[in-house]
């Protein structure tokens, strides 16, 4: 087992202030601006969290060990089933839902899904990354430093690809082994795509969110080359073995040093910024007051209240 934190630290930029956190912010706009990037935003209010999709996190805690991309498609395969005997692949009034939202609907009620959620509005990838969370009406995570992902989804985004826009109404899997027209495992295994959903739900309009998916990563690449996982900045740093890299991060992503001034990596850059403890409160009261974010406008539906609405309350 490796240390999260380890895998991350040689990347993060340090942010122990509401101004270090609009600077990093504008420094990031800066370059996206001046190269056309276009950044997806993921906070976590634990930074000694991994990258990782329900489906994988909880695959993993119930095996006790790494997941593959055959494993995870085999317990992918068995909560698509349950839901179809449970009848929900087509809800009463909607038709028979696409995969995509039929795992974006398992998504938004709690289920294990391949899915990573995501937001195009980098002060709401801040606001998760502060947020305040309740176990038991006690606080939890307010004395971690909290994670705040970058992630360059220019060229990954299925919405604006002509050759994958078909996968949103898609009725099966494009990445299922076996299918004819799969993608190819060698690069389902070391591609990362990004989906942004139309007219789902108030929350992913709030939110401004979207979607990050793929396979677990693995080492070939469909050119013959290698994907791998570096361990410090430098190529004499050497990398993680790729199931320590899973560990860490549950899709192909490498991460990368954010530097406003040099160029840096030419695309699918994966930035990471720590948010110190000292600084969430601060950080969270000013994002409400800029911007009105708070649980009720960021989870304005039944579930969202279910969740975050009577904190106070103890439930065990």
């Not at 006790?64 to 692949?89: C, F, M, P, S, Y």
């Not at 004395?143 to 970058?150: P, T």
């Not at 789902?200 to 396979?215: K, M, P, V, W, Y």
């Not at 040099?262 to 910024?273: C, H, I, K, P, S």
Request: charged fraction near 25%.
């Amino acid at each position: 087992m490796i240390d999260i934190n380890d895998f991350w630290r040689p990347f993060e930029v340090q942010i122990n202030s509401f101004d270090d956190l609009v600077a990093n912010i504008e420094r990031v706009m800066e370059k996206a601006v001046r190269r056309n990037i276009q950044f997806a935003w993921r906070g976590q209010v634990d930074a000694g969290w991994a990258l990782h999709s329900s489906l994988y996190r909880r695959g993993a805690l119930t095996r006790t060990n790494v997941v593959d991309e055959a494993t995870q498609q085999v317990e992918e395969t068995k909560i698509l089933a349950e839901l179809h005997r449970w009848g929900l692949h087509a809800p009463s009034g909607a038709g028979r839902l696409s995969i995509l939202r039929q795992l974006a609907m398992l998504q938004h009620y709690g289920a294990p899904t391949r899915l990573i959620d995501i937001t195009f509005n980098a002060w709401i990838g801040a606001w998760f990354a502060v947020e305040q969370k309740w176990s038991n009406a006690q606080e939890i995570h307010g004395g971690s430093d909290a994670r705040l992902f970058a992630i360059d989804i220019t060229n990954r985004l299925i919405n604006e690809h002509a050759d994958r826009r078909a996968w949103e109404d898609d009725l099966s899997r494009p990445w299922r082994s076996g299918r004819p027209d799969a993608v190819p495992d060698r690069e389902w295994t070391t591609s990362v795509f990004a989906w942004k959903p139309s007219n789902l739900d108030a929350r992913i309009s709030a939110q401004n969110g979207a979607f990050l998916f793929g396979g677990a990563p693995a080492t070939l690449l469909p050119e013959g080359g290698r994907f791998q996982f570096p361990k410090g900045r430098a190529a004499a740093d050497g990398h993680w073995r790729i199931d320590e890299g899973r560990e860490a991060c549950c899709l192909a992503l490498r991460p990368h040093v954010f530097d406003p001034v040099r160029g840096g990596v030419a695309d699918g850059a994966l930035y990471t910024f720590r948010i110190a403890a000292a600084a969430k409160p601060d950080i969270r009261s000013r994002l409400e007051k800029m911007f009105g974010y708070m649980h009720r406008t960021i989870y304005p539906d039944y579930t969202g209240f279910a969740s975050f609405g009577t904190p106070w309350l103890k439930s065990v």
